[in-house]
């Protein structure tokens, strides 16, 4: 019982942490013994709005400071001309003139340095008398960061998780005065950052620079950007006898007015707002939990966690590459930190759905839809179809930035988003928001991929040109004459989904429109000896970080070892290729993919090698997923630095697809964990038909299971206990290799095994 007792221990911990702050670092903390000297290694505070930053510049204890909506929103160049059409693209592909379209679409990207988000500002506290730092460390419990010196004073910042406010509080004898440092946007600093890829300094945006007022104990920031655009900062605070207490803000000025409406903060003092946001904290934490016999990976997960309750709210901008990280390094971020809708938003929000926040992972979908007629006005304008499909490099108000254009203006962008449509209702079962959105938009993007179609030689439906990213970079061999299996899968899925929702509302005339359809389509492009194809003819025959010809196994999971032998030995020689190449070529978030295709597959041993070199190789010491390795043991040729999170939340759904898979319609326990893990227990993961499930195992063998089901219905449990005899308070029927149940809203069933 060593196993429930320690989850007992982790929840009753999460449960306290609104009452008093931990001033002993956790397990899952980040701990150190100085202040970070870089930005990107900096402890990270977010309420998916306003984040922050703490590290050390110089001799100065900096806090950057971010909000998600800081955005220089010029449109970029040479959208909306005449050639701009998916049409014209591929007339200049068929007459060999791609330099033409890389010029007109991909340069500018590259060349200009807006639309793009930018930084807000920065509170900076003079070290100078401060002596040394004895501990630093963030408690995620609380999301609280302390900071403190020899000299026995304390520092405690956090970011009002439920207000619009970040706070810091210092106590003791020596107290550093604050200021407020804008960013140069006129250049006045040398800019030494190796973590740029796409890098230039602010100046280049143009803007004047912004006014920084003083008052007593106060400073006003305010900074004019481009069209009518601004953002303040603002900083107070108030001394007493060992003492000093203080808030910051960052708002945004659109025009328009607010393009994301934040919670106004209540508390009036530091106090107040502390027990409010633990108060938040706790809510995050007593959502789900889990304990592992691999402190490294358990670790990581709840740093991922943490991650994930600071970046993402309902009610504020998805999650952008850097999220509230933006970079303060005096020059624009990373990709100009933008929306990458080929892998990075997606993989962003994979592990919302199981980790029991779907409530957060909301903030995607309505984000998407409340963009809908932004993102038709694309299509009809590009494609020159009906229906809907999204930029696949995008701005916060949805328009195209350009980039690669197979993927920043892919065909089948909108397919990979509606499957978060798709997620969102499959785990909150939530019928009206399936029959207000979820059909819609996937009935939407399946009328434009209709439409862009053509029929082939071999008179099946294909696209004109078809790609897989990131294979073949922006060249013309980027494009492929047949269907790539990346395009196949998003299309195969979309249609076949499309026709599963609309049996359920019970639209049946589009049901078998849209299954018609689907019949019109190729098989997938797959050998005997290396799996899965990238296209016909074009096999992954050399290490490429980006897996998008494996989609169908992860995540859509239309290949599934489940299906029949054919697919399990596809799925097995799809894999093992992948390895086979090598991992040259692979970023951060190829291992933590891997780590997700493992466990589909029922290989916990590899899914957990996978995650674990994904911890151990590519995060920074602040849990920040970087591309390249930086643990010189040659895991991939990339070494380059700059941060993006895609990898990070990846690497969580990895591990909760470990112990909880639902996806083919029934509840499996434990379903892909390494032989050696004798002992591991979760609360409250949620699985497919909004069901809470709590397991605990062992001395390898599973004890106790509980499922709460929060809309009622029939549930499918595959037999978690082997061979063992087991009680339940519930009532159940025998079904092939498991049990079902039929529920109603808020009962909870408890299975426990027998002692042998």
Not at 194 to 200: D, F, G, K, L, R
Not at 375 to 401: A, C
Not at 622 to 647: A, I
């Amino acid at each position: 019982m060593k196993k429930l007792l320690a989850l007992f221990i982790m929840l009753a911990l999460f449960s306290s942490c609104h009452r008093e702050i931990r001033h002993n670092a956790g397990p899952h903390d980040l701990l150190f013994s100085e202040l970070p000297r870089s930005w990107d290694e900096g402890i990270p505070l977010g309420n998916g709005f306003t984040g922050a930053l703490v590290w050390q510049k110089n001799d100065r204890l900096r806090v950057s400071l971010d909000r998600a909506d800081l955005w220089d929103l010029r449109p970029m160049e040479n959208i909306g001309i005449p050639e701009w059409k998916y049409r014209w693209v591929w007339e200049q592909w068929k007459k060999n003139n791609y330099k033409a379209v890389q010029e007109m679409f991909d340069a500018p990207y590259d060349r200009l340095p807006a639309p793009s988000k930018i930084p807000a500002a920065a509170i900076e506290f003079d070290l100078s008398a401060m002596g040394k730092v004895s501990r630093v460390w963030l408690d995620i419990t609380s999301a609280v960061c302390h900071v403190e010196w020899e000299n026995g004073t304390h520092l405690e910042l956090f970011v009002d998780a439920s207000g619009d406010k970040g706070w810091f509080r210092f106590t003791g004898e020596i107290i550093p005065e604050a200021i407020l440092v804008p960013p140069a946007y006129k250049k006045t600093m040398e800019v030494d950052d190796p973590a740029q890829v796409i890098s230039y300094d602010l100046e280049r945006l143009g803007y004047e620079q912004g006014t920084v007022t003083s008052g007593i104990n106060s400073y006003h920031y305010l900074q004019h950007g481009w069209g009518g655009f601004s953002y303040s900062a603002d900083i107070e605070w108030k001394q007493g006898k060992g003492k000093t207490e203080g808030w910051w803000s960052v708002r945004s000025h659109y025009p328009g007015g607010e393009i994301f409406k934040e919670s106004s903060s209540s508390a009036s003092d530091f106090s107040t707002a502390l027990e409010n946001h633990t108060a938040w904290w706790k809510n995050f934490w007593d959502a789900s939990a889990i304990t592992l016999p691999d402190s490294l990976l358990e670790r990581q997960w709840y740093l991922e966690m943490y991650k994930f309750g600071s970046a993402a709210r309902a009610e504020a901008p998805p999650i952008s590459l850097q999220a509230v990280w933006t970079a303060d390094n005096g020059q624009l971020p990373p990709w100009k930190g933008d929306f990458h809708h080929d892998l990075n938003t997606q993989l962003s929000y994979w592990p919302a759905y199981s980790a029991n926040h779907t409530g957060l992972a909301s903030g995607f979908t309505t984000w998407l839809w409340n963009l809908r007629d932004t993102f038709r006005k694309y299509t009809r304008s590009y494609f020159e179809t009906e229906g809907l499909n999204v930029p696949g490099v995008s701005t916060l108000s949805g328009e195209p930035m350009g980039g690669w254009i197979q993927y920043s203006f892919g065909p089948t962008v909108s397919a990979w988003l509606a499957h978060h449509f798709y997620l969102q209702w499959q785990y909150t079962a939530d019928t009206a928001f399936l029959r207000e959105e979820a059909y819609p938009w996937i009935s939407e993007t399946a009328r434009h991929l209709y439409q862009l179609s053509v029929i082939g030689e071999d008179g099946l439906r294909k696209y004109p040109i078809s790609s897989s990213p990131e294979f073949n970079d922006n060249s013309r061999d980027a494009w492929f004459p047949e269907m790539t299996n990346f395009d196949l899968s998003l299309t195969r899925w979309t249609f076949s989904t499309a026709a599963e929702l609309a049996a359920i509302i019970r639209m049946e005339g589009e049901q078998g429109r849209w299954l018609k359809i689907l019949s019109e389509w190729p098989s997938y492009a797959a050998d005997t000896a290396t799996g899965l194809l990238i296209a016909p003819g074009y096999p992954y025959k050399e290490s490429h970080r980006h897996f998008s010809h494996l989609m169908s196994i992860f995540p859509l999971g239309i290949h599934d070892v489940s299906n029949s032998i054919d697919d399990s030995l596809l799925i097995y020689r799809s894999l093992d290729n992948l390895t086979a190449n090598g991992t040259d070529y692979w970023t951060g978030y190829s291992f933590a993919w891997l780590g997700n295709m493992y466990a589909r597959a029922g290989r916990g041993d590899e899914a957990a090698a996978a995650l674990r070199t994904f911890a151990e190789c590519f995060c920074l010491p602040n849990s920040f997923h970087v591309n390249g390795d930086q643990s010189g043991t040659g895991k991939s040729k990339f070494t380059y630095r700059p941060f993006t999170l895609e990898g990070n939340f990846a690497f969580a759904s990895g591990i909760q697809e470990m112990l909880l898979q639902s996806h083919r319609g029934l509840i499996e326990i434990f379903p892909a964990i390494p032989a050696e893990w004798k002992e591991a227990s979760f609360s409250s993961l949620r699985a497919r038909g909004a069901v809470l499930v709590t397991a605990i195992m062992e001395e390898g063998v599973v004890k106790e299971v509980r499922l709460m089901p929060e809309k009622g219905g029939v549930i499918k449990l595959r037999c978690p206990f082997g061979g063992s005899d087991f009680s339940s308070n519930f009532e159940y029927e025998k079904i092939p290799g498991g049990y079902s149940f039929n529920t109603t809203p808020g009962d909870e069933i408890i299975l426990t095994a027998k002692a042998r």
